[in-house]
């Protein structure tokens, strides 16, 4: 039994964090928070060399050819610092889709492009509020042509393509279409954690490349999302042990009747229910990404119990942290409220708890697994 | 990452498994579970539990980890863990030496001197001497350390006075581990003192308790003058606390959070009752649960295989265990009243009238024993919160207080 980590993979994620304290700390968050900057750029940069965005491309492509492992430490830490870059994006939903998907000339066209920093993907599914689902996927591609508009899509104003679900003439499949083209037309819309941003993407007549076979768009879509879903685990991980790591030193640092707020046997009861759902949360990372580094078929399970786990603890934790600040949590100019938004966001983006619940009853309920 | 046996391990298990394959017979997929709605104190099931230990010791398979010269194999705790799971696939009897060998035998190991080890521990380790724990009292559970049962000194023995309670199998034990206070003129934790005592002596009278299931797994125990020998003192007078500890350790190591039913027996329930004229595995809310379930229960056992990773590399786990047991205990209590929910008005029926032979109702009635014995919920938060995460301990009122002055109700 060895379902830890390796020394060199820590060692990777200490060089992460050590660089990200440096130059990613909360005021550079707050800063794409306040400002009209979709993202920080320079950040951006320079996780470009430190390799990050890389991480699993293989070295031919241009990237650092490391392992899913490697790609998960990474993303704990981009989470834990809120990075307001297009990780996610980028990385988690447009890379893994190519790496999957795309053909050979699709992979030398986009992938070092994206390992460099230079190229920044996204993924376009949901059209309308609602939980987003291939079932309701309106935007069509005839002749190469797509139409149709994509709502949100992260970072759909900032990115250089999209992977989009569209309708084609096979059925539901997956389309490479590059946003600065002509037939594509998009603006940045409301984010409700402004430090990561959203767009509405128009697309009328937008060229569309077809990525993988026609008609094997919902495989795909899952496929990716299951993916995802384990790194995005991680990056809610590493945020919600940042958030419960200040709160736990808010309340010993703050004092109420004469004694510590943590001495409390109210707060102390609820910190430790708080450790034991972020412990939940990483033991099922874990699996997860034990999962998609050996590609088991027990992904879209480790998948979905990985999401569902770290969605709600780090709902959770942020929702407690405001609670256990008191006053100074609901002011603007403490930072709780950035774990709050993040939270939120995270867990709307990629699919719900919910969702992810329906998801792992299909998988499950014939299985006979225990 | 992996979960994978390393060379040394898998020889192991290859081992035990050879071992298991000659001695017993494989569980069958329609066996009854083995978890708490199991029965442990009929003299037919105490007879095959003591069956099933003498073999395990004369094949070399009883508690692994102790010393080989008092019938252990000296094992590290990762082969005991593999043992372990490799036995839980096998039919054997339920266990009734739980206590004995988790909690009394590796306190004995660790404070008794080597007569006392001789004396007790191959007995034990056989199962030919059946054990029990006699710490809690009427007014001492949590706050264990407030306990009032008395020790005094005559001669070569002590004479002991004073109830226990919650004692599980004192009624068919031949010894138990007792706590008792032996001055209370000094402040609470040092006046107590440790011993072993013989439940056949003269003055020991043991009623047992029914349950909220109508089970009687445990005790009262009450002591009148009840001569115990010097000999059979565990560690010096007076720092009982010390040696209570060790004990408590062992407990916390030993109880996990299992044995609440599984996901895939809900599936199954859920598959064969109505929603709206559907199955009920269909209904949104009903799937919504039960992935909850799983995530919760998956989460527990990929937390406890973190742990095993550790103790492979040679770590000892902390207080950090306790997760399995808080978090798991109120999954499982949860589950078994959404089971129940489940069957609509036939959820009212008990035992054989009930879906799935009232296994549901059963743990619903078992588990809340659970979430109490070996520490309650609220005590493992305490121990969370302070030892893990370093908060600050509780503040108490019965602090740097000789015993007998410490507040034991309202004013009056
Ligand atoms: C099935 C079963 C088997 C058992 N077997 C044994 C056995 O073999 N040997 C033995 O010695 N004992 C045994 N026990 C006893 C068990 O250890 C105690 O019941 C337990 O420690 C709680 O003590 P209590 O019953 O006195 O409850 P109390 O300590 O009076 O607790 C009452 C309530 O107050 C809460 N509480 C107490 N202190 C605090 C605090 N500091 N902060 C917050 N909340 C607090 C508790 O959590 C509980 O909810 C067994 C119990 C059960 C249920």
């Given at each position: ?9 820590k ?16 005021t550079?968050c707050r800063?794409?928070l306040?400002t ?10 320079g996780?470009?060399?430190?390799g ?40 988690y ?9 795309g053909?050979?000339?699709q992979?030398k ?6 390992a460099?920093?230079e ?23 005839s ?10 899509v ?13 309708q ?6 997956l ?7 002509e ?13 990561r941003?959203?767009?509405?993407v128009?697309?009328?007549?937008a060229?569309?490349?077809?990525l993988?076979k026609p ?14 879903a ?8 590493g945020?919600a042990q ?7 030193a ?9 004694r ?8 102390k ?30 992904l ?11 969605s ?12 256990m ?17 993040r939270?939120k966001?995270?867990a ?11 998801k ?11 | ?15 035990a ?21 199991s ?11 003591q069956a ?6 004369d ?19 990762i082969q ?7 036995e ?16 009394c ?15 007790w521990?191959?007995k ?6 059946i054990w029990?724990q ?25 004479v ?7 004692t599980?199998?004192?009624q068919?034990?031949?010894?138990g581990?007792?706590?008792v206070r ?6 609470k ?10 439940m056949?002596?003269?003055g ?22 009840v001569?115990?020998p ?8 007076g720092?009982?606390?010390?040696v209570?500890?060790?004990t408590l ?30 199955p ?10 039960i ?5 919760r ?31 798991g205990?109120?999954?499982a209590?949860?589950m ?17 009238a ?5 296994d ?5 009635l ?6 109490i014995a070996?520490?309650?919920d609220e ?11 370093g ?7 019965d ?14």
């Open positions: 039994m060895n379902f830890d980590f390796s020394d060199d993979q060692l990777l994620q200490k060089t992460a964090r050590d660089y990200l304290a440096e130059h990613s700390p909360l550079v800063e794409v306040e009209d900057q979709p993202y920080a750029v320079e950040l951006w940069k996780a470009a060399e430190m990050w965005q890389g991480a699993v491309i293989p070295e031919e492509f241009g990237g650092a050819g490391f392992g899913h492992l490697e790609l998960a430490m990474i993303a704990e830490e981009v989470g834990r610092a809120l990075a307001p870059i297009p990780f996610s994006s980028s990385v939903f447009a890379t893994e889709a190519i790496l999957k998907a053909s050979d000339a992979k066209k986009y992938l070092p492009a994206l460099s920093g190229a920044i993907g996204t993924f376009a599914l949901a059209e309308k509020p609602g939980q987003s689902d291939v079932e309701n996927v309106e935007a069509r591609v002749g190469g042509k797509l139409c149709g508009t994509k709502v949100p992260p970072d759909g104003d900032v990115a250089t393509f999209a992977v989009v679900a569209a084609g003439d096979g059925g539901l499949s389309y490479l279409v590059d946003l600065d083209t037939g594509v037309s998009r603006e940045s819309i409301t984010s409700f954690d402004p430090s941003s959203m767009a509405r128009e697309f009328s007549d060229s569309a490349e077809l993988g008609g094997e768009g919902a495989a795909l879509v899952s496929h990716v999302l299951d993916r995802a384990v790194l995005m685990a991680f990056e809610q991980l945020a940042a958030c419960f790591d200040d709160t736990i808010f309340t010993q640092g703050r004092y109420a009747f004469g510590p707020v943590a001495s409390f046997q109210a707060i009861h609820r910190l430790a229910d708080m450790w034991c759902e972020l412990e939940l949360a990483r033991s099922n990372a874990y699996y997860g990404a034990w999962a998609l580094s050996n590609e088991e078929d027990e879209t399970v480790a998948a979905c119990i990985a999401r569902i786990q770290a709600e603890a780090f709902d959770d934790l942020a929702v407690e942290m405001v609670q600040h008191g006053g100074v949590g609901y002011t603007w100019e403490y930072d709780c409220h950035l774990f709050y938004r939270a966001l995270l709307a983006v990629l699919g719900t708890p919910a969702v992810w619940k329906h792992l009853i299909d998988r499950i309920a014939d299985a006979g697994e225990d | 990452m992996d979960f994978n046996d390393t060379p040394e391990e898998a020889t192991f298990r290859a081992e498994r050879a071992w298991l394959d000659a001695n017993a017979e494989l569980r069958r997929p329609d066996d009854r579970p083995a978890d708490v709605l029965e442990r104190t009929s003299p037919e099931i105490i007879a095959a539990s099933w230990q003498k073999k395990k010791a094949g070399g398979w009883a508690c692994l980890t102790w010393p080989t010269e008092y019938g252990g194999r000296a094992a590290t705790s005991n863990v593999i043992w372990g799971q490799e839980a696939r096998y039919r054997t009897p339920p266990n009734i030496f739980g206590i004995g060998t988790g909690m035998g590796p306190t004995i190991l660790t404070h008794g001197n080597d007569d006392q080890k001789a004396k521990i191959p034990l380790l056989s199962g030919e001497e029990c006699l710490f809690s009292e009427p007014s001492a559970g949590s706050d264990l350390a407030g306990l009032r049962s008395t020790a005094v000194r005559d001669g070569d023995d002590w002991v006075n004073g109830q226990k309670i919650w599980t199998g004192a068919f034990c031949d010894w581990i007792l706590v032996s001055d209370a003129n000094v402040a934790h040092s006046g107590l003192t440790y011993f072993v005592v013989d056949h002596s003269p020991v009278e043991i009623r047992p308790i029914t349950q909220i299931n109508r089970g009687q797994g445990f005790n009262e125990v009450f002591f009148t003058d001569r115990i010097d000999a059979h003192r565990i560690s010096e007078v720092n009982g606390w010390a209570a500890i060790t350790m062992n407990e916390r190591a030993s109880i996990g959070g299992g044995g609440g039913g599984s996901v895939n027996d809900l599936i199954r329930l859920a598959k064969s009752v109505e929603i709206d004229g559907r009920a595995i269909e209904d949104s809310a009903v799937r919504q649960q992935a909850r379930f799983y995530t229960i998956k989460g527990v056992k990929m937390t406890g295989n973190r742990t095993l990773s550790a103790l492979s590399q040679g770590k000892t786990p902390g207080p950090e265990a306790s997760l399995g047991k808080l978090v205990a109120k999954v209590q949860e078994a009243s959404f089971a129940i929910e489940l069957q609509g008005a036939a959820g009212a029926l008990d035992r054989d009930a879906a799935q032979g009232g549901w109702q059963g743990r619903y078992a588990i809340p024993g659970l979430r070996g520490g309650t005590i493992l938060r305490n121990i969370i919160s302070e030892r893990v995460l908060l600050p301990p509780e503040s108490r009122a602090k740097g207080i000789a015993f007998k002055d410490i507040p034991t109700g309202p004013p009056s």
